[in-house]
């Protein structure tokens, strides 16, 4: 079913058509061709520069097992990093777009991986085909939320893990959106937003992963895109250290059981 949202019906529809045109990753440079070397060097580097905590969390997925799938793999820099590190890598997204950035992408850096359009809430694999399910700020936007992780479940194999992000509704950038009316994912132009964007408390977090097994979920990412003039000037270890408490994301690390 359709969700209902500031008045409106959504469906994967819309979803779909506003990352086509905000592919996930253009905050990260004020280049446009997507398509170009610059712009993806640029996104790469400007990724893993503010996301601070994004290369350690790549490294544990990496090491929780060979196959894994992407769901939500915008530009594909996550995914070229696990390939990097030795894993087998499939990537879905349900925006051609972002797929056809990914391949390119793919190309650039000689790293082969399978690509695939796909919706997240009917994943096209057959159950327990996956050691490991990543998807780094990606669930957060579809309608079906709860129908998604039922897919991550299924697709897993039995001790598999899923490593998610998912936003945090008690976070400095929350309330900075929230008082400001900043829209979310596109701060290029703040007349547009995301169809669907989700928060959440760390209970409600639990509640969603209540099929999964020892789930362990951290707070990380005091900034959010948008501040990255304030997140120059402001040291490393503090944006750490209060990031712990009043960062924007929830890194969430949940085993499926045996």
Request: charged share 20%.
């Amino acid at each position: 079913m359709p969700l209902k949202t500031r008045g409106h019906v959504v469906d994967i529809d819309a979803v779909r058509a506003f990352w086509d045109e905000h592919v996930c990753g253009d905050v990260f440079t004020h280049l446009t061709e997507r398509l170009s070397k610059e712009y993806l060097d640029e996104v790469r580097h400007n990724r893993f520069h503010y996301e601070y905590h994004l290369m350690p969390f790549l490294h544990r997925v990496a090491r929780a097992g060979r196959t894994v799938l992407e769901v939500g793999c915008g530009m594909g820099m996550d995914l070229a990093e696990l390939a990097t590190l030795g894993c087998q890598v499939t990537g879905v997204d349900l925006s051609p777009q972002s797929l056809q950035v990914t391949q390119r992408y793919f190309t650039l850096v000689g790293l082969e991986a399978e690509l695939r359009v796909s919706n997240a809430e009917a994943l096209d694999f057959s159950n327990a085909t996956f050691d490991v399910v990543y998807s780094f700020g990606v669930l957060h936007h579809t309608p079906n939320i709860e129908q998604a992780l039922s897919e991550v479940h299924r697709v897993l194999r039995p001790g598999g893990k899923a490593f998610l992000m998912f936003y945090s509704r008690y976070s400095l950038n929350n309330l900075a959106h929230v008082l400001l009316r900043i829209p979310y994912e596109s701060p290029r132009n703040w007349q547009m937003d995301a169809p669907i964007t989700r928060t959440f408390s760390k209970q409600e977090v639990q509640h969603l992963l209540q099929h999964f097994a020892q789930v362990r979920i951290k707070k990380a990412y005091l900034f959010g895109a948008g501040w990255r003039p304030l997140a120059d000037i402001v040291p490393q270890w503090i944006n750490s250290s209060l990031g712990r408490f009043l960062g924007w994301h929830w890194m969430i690390e949940a085993q499926k059981p045996e």
